[in-house]
């Protein structure tokens, strides 16, 4: 593929655009922008823009003049700003044309064909103010009789006037996207046709293991109120609460560890409290809570008067 040359947003046509005019009208914006307009195509350059594709052709520097077959006149009447901002705006609502390679060959010129997917028309351009525009910019138009406003990342910088085209032309153009979109459509509806089927299926599952859930939880619920409905045993206190003075003293040794507490004379007036197991370990605190020595029985004991 053969590279195109680009002297900035332009290729070498748009020089060959300009010398092929009869009238070129040039325009220098207060921010030093350089507007240069031929009836059919609109340039917005920079002076290194100018210089490269412009001043080859008018042999002269930019401002405000009007040159008509070859003949420079001072001051330019037509606002080319106001033209090109009015454009861009107005292309602002409509949509990214997107090239055809149906193309239209008039009596004048070959015009390159673009279709707006948005707005549903198809619009026609000359082939030369086309090429004039670096390769990769996109175009905007608000409609199929409106001019066509050329974009690099985001900035306009051209607008191209569009050929009038006849009815049949711009019919055959929009067939051959909308008959696409058709084909894709078809496509697109049988894989949602698949996804739905599938999500059926996915559904009719859930409700299954929904239904075993409710099914479980019911026999759960059943078998709790089973158990609410049985009867309560009674609780068994595994050691009563100590009542006279001989149990609470008992009580009271039987707290340490490895020592056991035994009451003899329980019913007698004088109960005797004999401790036994490993009360060696715990000696002090023993004698302290108030116990004596048998040497007779080798055991602490507490008389319960």
């Not at 053969?2 to 290729?11: F, P, S």
């Not at 351009?125 to 974009?151: D, E, M, Q, W």
Request: neutral net charge; charged residues 25%; glycine residues 6%.
């Amino acid at each position: 593929m053969k590279k195109i040359k680009v002297m900035g947003n332009y290729t070498p046509d748009a020089t060959k655009a300009l010398k092929g005019s009869d009238k070129i009208i040039c325009r220098t914006a207060d921010d030093g922008t350089i507007y240069i307009c031929t009836g059919y195509v609109l340039y917005k350059m920079t002076g290194a823009e100018y210089a490269a594709a412009a001043q080859p052709v008018t042999c002269c520097e930019p401002g405000n003049w009007t040159i008509t077959n070859g003949e420079k006149q001072d001051g330019a009447t037509f606002d080319a700003v106001k033209i090109f901002t009015d454009a861009t705006k107005a292309a602002e609502t409509g949509g990214t044309l997107t090239r055809c390679p149906l193309n239209l060959d008039t009596e004048k010129a070959l015009a390159w064909s673009y279709y707006s997917a948005d707005k549903d028309f198809a619009a026609f351009y000359n082939c030369k103010y086309i090429s004039a525009l670096h390769p990769g910019a996109t175009f905007r138009a608000a409609g199929a009789t409106s001019g066509a406003v050329a974009y690099m990342d985001g900035e306009p910088f051209a607008m191209v006037m569009p050929i009038r085209p006849e009815t049949k032309p711009a019919e055959a153009v929009k067939a051959y996207f909308t008959q696409a979109d058709k084909t894709k459509t078809a496509a697109e509806a049988d894989k949602l046709r698949d996804k739905l089927t599938a999500a059926r299926a996915e559904i009719a599952q859930a409700q299954d293991e929904i239904e075993a859930l409710r099914a479980q939880i019911a026999q759960q619920a059943a078998e709790l109120e089973a158990l609410r409905s049985a009867p309560q045993a009674e609780p068994v206190n595994e050691k009563p609460e100590p009542k006279t003075a001989a149990e609470l003293i008992a009580a009271r040794f039987a707290g340490l560890e490895g020592v056991t507490a035994t009451i003899k004379g329980a019913q007698t007036a004088a109960p005797v409290v004999w401790l036994a197991g490993e009360t060696e370990k715990h000696a002090d605190a023993i004698k302290a809570a108030g116990a004596k020595w048998s040497n007779k029985k080798s055991a602490f004991y507490v008389r319960v008067a």
